[in-house]
């Protein structure tokens, strides 16, 4: 649903990396990264703070040396190349707007650098600056700018040079939530508009969902897991995954019958069948299971049967209204906790506290979890 | 008409009164005398005596006296050789310390140095310059020489060495605030935009840290122009400046008057010297501030 | 590693002269050049026999002594008002404080000269100490003037909230959180008194100052003496510089065990 709207990525990939570690003295800060970056796309790195995301960064931005592994631009080895020769721009996390120079002045940075004629120069940074909504303000001094615009000018000052890549770390965290919300969207829009490619870091996964084409989930300096952004929701291959991205349920279980299609796992929620295996599962295997509330329903008992597989019988404890949802949390006969969350319908809510319920899950909502 | 008095709330009212004990003190001490001074340039004296004539004289006798320009141009040699080499000599430490490790060792000993005696690094200076000092005796030693150098002490050389060993330390913290400023993120803002090390030192660095950079230039320029003790001692004759000249109207020939008014005469100097500063690193196009672009037409000011 | 190599020369070049003239404090022979003849306090001795080294060295302790607390307790009043004052008169006050030391010393001591003249005063111990004040006043309020932007102003406001009065928020809140700025500043006002010499030599009356006085032995003699004073003033500021320094680091140290104890 989320990735609609965005252009079909190109397949040719601008930087690939390949076993790429970062030391920091004794300390690993990245380690194993093997990545492509892809023409067009927006690839978000996602990770708690301090996973390496900002490290990975500067080193595309060639602010840092890998300690080992090989890093190229379009198949060119790319160690050796210093910041300035790359064609690659960054929109740093304090937008780094010299406050010496006003907001032309910081947008033609770059273009006076390459010593283009004046004329060029006026075109490009009105350009620029008219794409970021800031054209009337190009007079002013850095300090006169509010955090929302500082963002747009530091977004402006790197696409002037017509990067190949553009790196943005974490450019909205200094922002309230509501420009954050019209900033992502103007973030998509200029990427659209310009079709340069994003590598996007966050740390914030609504930001990651929204966003991009491609997440990279970091965690400890290694990638923890690369897809977009509903195969990661989905099908989360970590217990780590399945617990950064969005609520879930997750239950202990083992692998029964079989290793092959059709598995059946057994745990603290009864039997299940989840419609994507890992490949490999063994007969008794332990595994967790990560079920996501929005994926569970909810019915009174007294109606119909309990399901044999996929549900359970419960009672419900918790009745936690969230502005436009409503999560229920219900406690199985074994006394295991599953949540279910469903929109909040506009009068009284159906269920009540203490009542015993049905709950149900489809095949395609279990992910097996094996790490 | 009315009187319009600001108002001050509470706070600000408190703030004035904590304020008034030191201002009472500076203008009591400072603002005053300083014009008691600049009356005295304008009044005769002779032999530590004062006549309160209003006259121009003392102005006009320093200026038409070759001597004094002589001094003037002693002092300002001195005070620029110093400045330069105390800033270009410190730049590269306040370089380090600012972005190049993380411990404060290195500004604590600076520190410690410029807190160790003024006169004893005088008299370091006087012991390793000297005729029969350290460096002219090992030379004679060791056969290098048979005669001692003469120019390593009495000499304007020799006192530019001390000043720069007095006031570097001084001007290396002034660099440090300044490159403070400039966090590391700005220069690699410069660097990814695609400025060269050198771009990135010019257009970036120096406009930011304009105001330590030309601050600590002129302060040591202007302390070690108007110093006069390491001239008294090390310049010799051709080390005789402006300042050396005041101090001894003072103390010596006590024609307060002519000396109160070449103070203010190298006050001027000292003025212009800055102007003449901040206009050519204006005219470098080094300055903050400066709009690069021709004023836009269709600019508004929300 | 060229930036490293150089630093450490750069710190050689502060500091080689001064262990140059350490050195030849302990020198056995009067010489002040190479080869090295071998050790001796004679130079010392001569010194600390030296009646009128010893009076200058006492001056030089009380004038110290005043000018720093006549300086931290104006500087203190006048910390406290920098986050007080309207910004106008913020923006005079600091250039107030600032200019006697944006102007070589010779400028402060001749102006004070004549005020001293013209109001008929003695020179004597205090026409110095007023004069130290004036030079390490602006030193003073530079270095607490950070400290004290820093200062959280809530937490002024918030011992008032609980019922402290003016002077008891500052005795419990203000005073404990920037003590160890402000002894750090009179320290550094002591250190810059006892070293002070270009404002005195206008200023000083019949009793010398340490600085004073060895700045007459260097007009008249070249031998060791001079050296082993250097050493001794340079070593009594220094101790003092010191000793702030500590008093920061112990300050330092409690406030981290503190918050070690709280975890
Ligand atoms: N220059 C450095 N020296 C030492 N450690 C560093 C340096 N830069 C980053 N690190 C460490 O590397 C890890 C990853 O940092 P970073 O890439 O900034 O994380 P993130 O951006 O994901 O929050 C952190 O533990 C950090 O402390
Ligand atoms: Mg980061």
Same mark, same amino acid.
């Given at each position: 649903?989320?990735?609609?709207?965005?252009?079909?990525?190109?397949?040719?990939?601008?930087?690939?990396?390949?076993?790429?570690?970062?030391?920091?003295?004794?300390?690993?800060?990245?380690?194993?990264?093997?990545?492509?970056?892809?023409?067009?796309?927006?690839?978000?790195?996602?990770?708690?703070?301090?996973?390496?995301?900002?490290?990975?960064?500067?080193?595309?931005?060639?602010?840092?040396?890998?300690?080992?592994?090989?890093?190229?631009?379009?198949?060119?080895?790319?160690?050796?190349?210093?910041?300035?020769?790359?064609?690659?721009?960054?929109?740093?996390?304090?937008?780094?707007?010299?406050?010496?120079?006003?907001?032309?002045?910081?947008?033609?940075?770059?273009?006076?650098?390459?010593?283009?004629?004046?004329?060029?120069?006026?075109?490009?940074?009105?350009?620029?600056?008219?794409?970021?909504?800031?054209?009337?303000?190009?007079? @002013?001094?850095?300090?006169?700018?509010?955090?929302?615009?500082?963002?747009?000018?530091?977004?402006?000052?790197?696409?002037?040079?017509?990067?190949?890549?553009?790196?943005?770390?974490?450019? +909205?965290?200094?922002?309230?939530?509501?420009?954050?919300?019209?900033?992502?969207?103007?973030?998509? @829009?200029?990427?659209?508009?310009?079709?340069?490619?994003?590598?996007?870091?966050?740390?914030?996964?609504?930001?990651?969902?929204?966003?991009?084409?491609?997440?990279?989930?970091?965690?400890?300096?290694?990638?923890?897991?690369?897809?977009?952004?509903?195969?990661?929701?989905?099908?989360?291959?970590?217990?780590?995954?399945?617990?950064?991205?969005?609520?879930?349920?997750?239950?202990?279980?083992?692998?029964?019958?079989?290793?092959?299609?059709?598995?059946?796992?057994?745990?603290?929620?009864?039997?299940?069948?989840?419609?994507?295996?890992?490949?490999? +599962?063994?007969?008794?295997?332990?595994?967790?299971?990560?079920?996501?509330?929005?994926?569970?329903?909810?019915?009174?008992?007294?109606?119909?049967?309990?399901?044999?597989?996929?549900?359970?019988?419960?009672?419900?404890?918790?009745?936690?209204?969230?502005?436009?949802?409503?999560?229920?949390?219900?406690?199985?006969?074994?006394?295991?906790?599953?949540?279910?969350?469903?929109?909040?319908?506009?009068?009284?809510?159906?269920?009540?506290?203490?009542?015993?319920?049905?709950?149900?899950?489809?095949?395609?909502?279990?992910?097996?979890?094996?790490? | 008409?009315?009187?319009?008095?600001?108002?001050?709330?509470?706070?600000?009212?408190?703030? +004035?009164?904590?304020?008034?004990?030191?201002?009472?003190?500076?203008?009591?001490?400072?603002?005053?005398?300083?014009?008691?001074?600049?009356?005295?340039?304008?009044?005769?004296?002779?032999?530590?005596?004062?006549?309160?004539?209003?006259?121009?004289?003392?102005?006009?006798?320093?200026?038409?006296?070759?001597?004094?320009?002589?001094?003037?141009?002693?002092?300002?040699?001195?005070?620029?050789?110093?400045?330069?080499?105390?800033?270009?000599?410190?730049?590269?430490?306040?370089?380090?310390?600012?972005?190049?490790?993380?411990?404060?060792?290195?500004?604590?000993?600076?520190?410690?140095?410029?807190?160790?005696?003024?006169?004893?690094?005088?008299?370091?200076?006087?012991?390793?310059?000297?005729?029969?000092?350290?460096?002219?005796?090992?030379?004679?030693?060791?056969?290098?020489?048979?005669?001692?150098?003469?120019?390593?002490?009495?000499?304007?050389?020799?006192?530019?060495?001390?000043?720069?060993?007095?006031?570097?330390?001084?001007?290396?913290?002034?660099?440090?605030?300044?490159?403070?400023?400039?966090?590391?993120?700005?220069?690699?803002?410069?660097?990814?935009?695609?400025?060269?090390?050198?771009?990135?030192?010019?257009?970036?660095?120096?406009?930011?840290?304009?105001?330590?950079?030309?601050?600590?230039?002129?302060?040591?320029?202007?302390?070690?122009?108007?110093?006069?003790?390491?001239?008294?001692?090390?310049?010799?004759?051709?080390?005789?400046?402006?300042?050396?000249?005041?101090?001894?109207?003072?103390?010596?020939?006590?024609?307060?008057?002519?000396?109160?008014?070449?103070?203010?005469?190298?006050?001027?100097?000292?003025?212009?010297?800055?102007?003449?500063?901040?206009?050519?690193?204006?005219?470098?196009?080094?300055?903050?501030?400066?709009?690069?672009?021709?004023?836009?037409?269709?600019?508004?000011?929300? | 590693?060229?930036?490293?190599?150089?630093?450490?020369?750069?710190?050689?070049?502060?500091?080689?002269?001064?262990?140059?003239?350490?050195?030849?404090?302990?020198?056995?022979?009067?010489?002040?050049?190479?080869?090295?003849?071998?050790?001796?306090?004679?130079?010392?001795?001569?010194?600390?026999?030296?009646?009128?080294?010893?009076?200058?060295?006492?001056?030089?302790?009380?004038?110290?002594?005043?000018?720093?607390?006549?300086?931290?307790?104006?500087?203190?009043?006048?910390?406290?008002?920098?986050?007080?004052?309207?910004?106008?008169?913020?923006?005079?006050?600091?250039?107030?404080?600032?200019?006697?030391?944006?102007?070589?010393?010779?400028?402060?001591?001749?102006?004070?000269?004549?005020?001293?003249?013209?109001?008929?005063?003695?020179?004597?111990?205090?026409?110095?100490?007023?004069?130290?004040?004036?030079?390490?006043?602006?030193?003073?309020?530079?270095?607490?003037?950070?400290?004290?932007?820093?200062?959280?102003?809530?937490?002024?406001?918030?011992?008032?909230?609980?019922?402290?009065?003016?002077?008891?928020?500052?005795?419990?809140?203000?005073?404990?959180?920037?003590?160890?700025?402000?002894?750090?500043?009179?320290?550094?006002?002591?250190?810059?008194?006892?070293?002070?010499?270009?404002?005195?030599?206008?200023?000083?009356?019949?009793?010398?100052?340490?600085?004073?006085?060895?700045?007459?032995?260097?007009?008249?003699?070249?031998?060791?003496?001079?050296?082993?004073?250097?050493?001794?003033?340079?070593?009594?500021?220094?101790?003092?510089?010191?000793?702030?320094?500590?008093?920061?680091?112990?300050?330092?140290?409690?406030?981290?065990?503190?918050?070690?104890?709280?975890?």
């Amino acid at each position: 649903m989320s990735t609609q709207t965005l252009p079909v990525p190109d397949r040719t990939s601008i930087i690939s990396m390949q076993g790429l570690e970062k030391k920091f003295g004794t300390f690993t800060a990245l380690r194993d990264i093997d990545l492509d970056v892809r023409e067009g796309e927006i690839l978000t790195f996602l990770g708690p703070s301090g996973c390496g995301k900002t490290t990975l960064m500067r080193i595309i931005a060639g602010f840092e040396d890998p300690t080992a592994g090989s890093l190229q631009l379009r198949g060119a080895d790319m160690r050796r190349l210093p910041p300035e020769k790359r064609p690659i721009n960054m929109v740093f996390q304090r937008y780094a707007l010299f406050p010496h120079l006003d907001v032309f002045d910081n947008v033609a940075f770059g273009l006076r650098l390459k010593n283009w004629p004046a004329a060029r120069i006026n075109e490009r940074v009105g350009r620029m600056l008219k794409m970021v909504q800031m054209d009337t303000m190009a007079t @002013r001094w850095i300090h006169e700018l509010s955090g929302g615009q500082s963002q747009r000018v530091a977004l402006a000052r790197a696409l002037a040079n017509e990067p190949q890549l553009l790196l943005l770390d974490e450019p +909205l965290a200094a922002l309230d939530l509501k420009i954050r919300h019209h900033m992502l969207s103007e973030l998509k @829009r200029i990427q659209r508009e310009t079709g340069t490619t994003f590598v996007y870091v966050t740390h914030d996964q609504d930001e990651a969902m929204i966003l991009s084409s491609r997440i990279v989930l970091m965690n400890h300096g290694r990638i923890e897991q690369l897809g977009t952004p509903d195969e990661l929701y989905f099908h989360p291959v970590s217990l780590f995954a399945a617990k950064f991205l969005g609520e879930t349920n997750i239950l202990p279980a083992e692998v029964r019958s079989g290793a092959g299609d059709d598995a059946v796992l057994e745990g603290l929620a009864g039997r299940m069948r989840a419609s994507h295996l890992p490949k490999g +599962l063994a007969d008794g295997q332990k595994v967790h299971v990560s079920i996501r509330p929005e994926t569970v329903s909810l019915s009174d008992s007294t109606v119909g049967t309990a399901p044999e597989i996929n549900g359970a019988l419960a009672e419900i404890t918790q009745i936690q209204p969230i502005g436009s949802r409503v999560v229920y949390t219900a406690r199985l006969d074994n006394g295991t906790e599953m949540r279910s969350q469903t929109v909040r319908p506009p009068d009284a809510l159906p269920l009540a506290m203490g009542q015993k319920v049905h709950l149900k899950w489809s095949e395609a909502a279990v992910a097996v979890l094996t790490a | 008409m009315r009187w319009s008095f600001p108002s001050f709330d509470r706070r600000q009212r408190s703030g +004035l009164a904590l304020a008034a004990p030191t201002a009472v003190f500076l203008v009591i001490f400072f603002v005053v005398p300083a014009a008691v001074l600049l009356v005295y340039s304008f009044w005769i004296s002779r032999s530590f005596q004062i006549t309160p004539t209003l006259t121009l004289s003392n102005y006009l006798r320093a200026l038409g006296n070759a001597g004094m320009w002589l001094s003037m141009w002693n002092g300002v040699w001195i005070g620029a050789w110093t400045a330069v080499f105390s800033v270009a000599l410190s730049f590269p430490v306040a370089w380090y310390i600012a972005y190049r490790t993380r411990s404060n060792a290195i500004l604590y000993a600076v520190l410690l140095s410029w807190f160790s005696s003024y006169l004893v690094r005088i008299y370091a200076w006087r012991t390793i310059l000297g005729t029969s000092g350290l460096i002219n005796s090992t030379l004679m030693q060791l056969g290098m020489i048979d005669q001692p150098l003469s120019f390593l002490i009495f000499s304007r050389t020799a006192v530019i060495v001390t000043l720069v060993h007095l006031f570097v330390p001084f001007t290396l913290l002034l660099l440090l605030s300044a490159l403070r400023n400039v966090r590391t993120d700005y220069l690699e803002a410069a660097r990814d935009l695609g400025a060269s090390w050198r771009q990135s030192f010019l257009r970036v660095v120096v406009p930011m840290a304009y105001k330590g950079i030309v601050g600590s230039f002129m302060f040591t320029f202007i302390l070690a122009a108007g110093d006069f003790i390491s001239p008294q001692l090390l310049g010799g004759r051709e080390g005789v400046t402006t300042g050396l000249l005041i101090s001894n109207q003072f103390r010596q020939t006590g024609n307060w008057s002519f000396g109160a008014a070449l103070a203010f005469i190298l006050l001027g100097v000292f003025l212009f010297a800055y102007f003449l500063v901040a206009q050519s690193m204006r005219l470098g196009r080094l300055s903050p501030g400066l709009r690069f672009h021709p004023t836009l037409p269709t600019q508004e000011k929300a | 590693m060229v930036l490293r190599t150089y630093v450490w020369l750069y710190l050689l070049f502060l500091f080689g002269p001064l262990a140059v003239i350490t050195l030849f404090a302990f020198h056995s022979s009067p010489a002040l050049s190479f080869p090295f003849e071998g050790f001796s306090l004679k130079w010392f001795r001569a010194i600390l026999d030296d009646p009128q080294f010893l009076a200058a060295l006492k001056n030089s302790t009380i004038v110290a002594v005043a000018a720093s607390v006549l300086t931290g307790i104006l500087g203190t009043l006048a910390a406290l008002a920098l986050p007080r004052l309207p910004k106008r008169s913020l923006a005079t006050f600091n250039m107030l404080t600032f200019a006697p030391i944006a102007l070589p010393g010779l400028f402060l001591g001749i102006a004070l000269l004549a005020l001293f003249e013209r109001l008929g005063i003695y020179r004597s111990l205090w026409t110095v100490t007023i004069a130290h004040t004036l030079f390490t006043l602006p030193f003073f309020i530079e270095t607490v003037r950070s400290r004290v932007a820093y200062f959280d102003a809530s937490l002024e406001e918030a011992a008032r909230d609980l019922g402290a009065t003016p002077v008891q928020t500052f005795r419990l809140v203000t005073l404990p959180i920037l003590f160890p700025t402000l002894m750090g500043g009179m320290l550094l006002s002591f250190a810059l008194s006892f070293d002070e010499v270009v404002i005195t030599v206008f200023v000083v009356g019949e009793k010398n100052t340490l600085p004073f006085y060895i700045l007459s032995m260097m007009r008249r003699t070249v031998n060791p003496t001079i050296n082993a004073a250097s050493v001794l003033a340079m070593g009594l500021s220094l101790a003092s510089l010191l000793l702030g320094g500590l008093f920061f680091l112990m300050q330092r140290r409690r406030a981290q065990a503190r918050r070690a104890e709280n975890e």
